[in-house]
């Protein structure tokens, strides 16, 4: 790919590599935008199948960010670090201390936090080298949770929205992915009464939900053409796409994975179809709302953090009702708000302020 390419056309400031021989580290930091703040984003880990598609990962990844930061009124950036490795077979302390130490040489213009493969234990090991980072068990902890409250709050306003009730009871609700989102999400779900058809890429994960919960399993490749109501994807990017839309037999796709399209016109085919999309990173803005609160002048309050995350089921109705009185897809409309205001702040840079 052309990076410098990509980056001017999607905006973004700063792409680092960073590699440590001793550990084996290999990993990406992407920055798109600091205007709001310092760019605040997860580190991913995950074995990529080669340094393109992680690098466009940390790129799509980053911008999705600062978009999610901006909808969700916070006054941080967006950026996103990616791990190329196996989350279940390669973490080590020297390799998590090595990111630290790079993530530090960054000077703060990168706060890092957990994302899929990467979990709260990570963290404390990567905080002894940096203060640059967040979801401390201590403070804030596992964002899973909050994502997963946040996800199911836009889930009862696209519901809403398309049956006039925005109770779940009773509707067939398709999970893809059962990590610690998916888990929690189905959590929500069984106890309002959904019914739950779910799906992972590994075993372990399925038996577990179907043992706790009443969820009929099916494999992976299944999911999409599953008789149900909504489809939750709560796993990796990109699976909104030519093979997997006309598939789909849900009204409503609603879950916390993030840049779920493959590309726009995607998000425009979903909109003809008539299917209501939740765009991704309004309705998973959870975690990050979660993790922000940390930097609350007086410190991390649950009740405070979740009340916020609470208000996702606001923004995605307030979206769904754009994309409606302009007929636009629910992604532009989501896409303009997120524009709107960084530029609207970003005009305050011309203030200048004495040192």
């Known amino acids: 790919m052309n990076v410098f390419e990509y980056m001017e056309k999607h905006g973004h400031e700063q792409l680092t590599f960073f590699h440590d021989r001793v550990s084996g580290l290999k990993a990406i930091v992407a ?27 940390a790129l799509r990844l980053s911008k999705g960010m600062s978009y999610k930061n901006s909808a969700m009124g916070l006054n941080l950036g967006g950026g996103k670090a990616v791990i190329i490795g196996d989350p279940r077979k390669d973490k080590t302390e020297e390799l ?33 080298e940096t203060s640059h980072v967040a979801g401390l068990p201590e403070k804030s902890g596992d964002p899973s949770p909050a ?24 509707k067939v609700v398709a999970v893809q992915g059962l990590g610690h989102v998916g888990y929690h999400l189905c959590r929500h779900l069984h106890d309002e009464g959904a019914r739950l058809i779910v ?9 577990s939900v179907v043992q706790e919960f009443p969820a009929m399993a099916v494999k992976p490749e299944a ?9 939750a994807p709560c796993a ?5 796409n030519d093979g997997t839309i006309p598939q789909l037999k849900a009204r409503i796709v609603a879950g916390s994975a993030n840049n779920q399209l ?94």
């Open 31 to 57: 920055i798109h935008d600091t205007t709001l703040g310092p760019a605040l984003g997860g580190c991913r880990m995950w074995n990529y199948a080669g340094e393109d598609e992680a690098i466009t990962d």
């Open 96 to 128: 998590f201390r090595a990111f630290g130490k790079f993530v530090e040489t960054l000077g703060g213009r990168y706060i890092t936090a957990e994302d899929v493969g990467v979990g709260t234990a990570e963290m404390v090991v990567v905080q002894q």
């Open 147 to 170: 994502t997963a409250f946040g996800v199911y709050r836009g889930m009862q306003a696209c519901a809403k929205a398309v049956w006039g009730s925005e109770s779940l009871r009773g």
């Open 199 to 207: 799906s992972d890429i590994f075993p372990d994960r399925v038996e």
């Open 223 to 231: 999911i999409y053409a599953v008789e149900a109501d909504i489809f």
């Open 236 to 240: 990796l990017g990109a699976i909104l």
């Open 262 to 355: 493959q590309e726009p016109r995607h998000g425009d085919r979903l909109h003809e179809l008539g299917i209501l999309y939740a765009p991704d990173f309004v309705i998973n803005g959870g975690g990050v709302v979660n993790v922000a609160h940390e930097f609350a002048p007086a410190g991390y309050n649950r009740d405070r953090a979740y009340a916020q995350v609470a208000t996702i089921y606001d923004k995605v109705a307030r979206i769904i009702e754009i994309s409606r009185a302009e007929g636009v897809p629910t992604y532009r409309a989501a896409d303009l708000l997120a524009e709107e205001r960084i530029e609207r702040l970003g005009r305050l840079n011309r203030i200048c302020l004495p040192r």
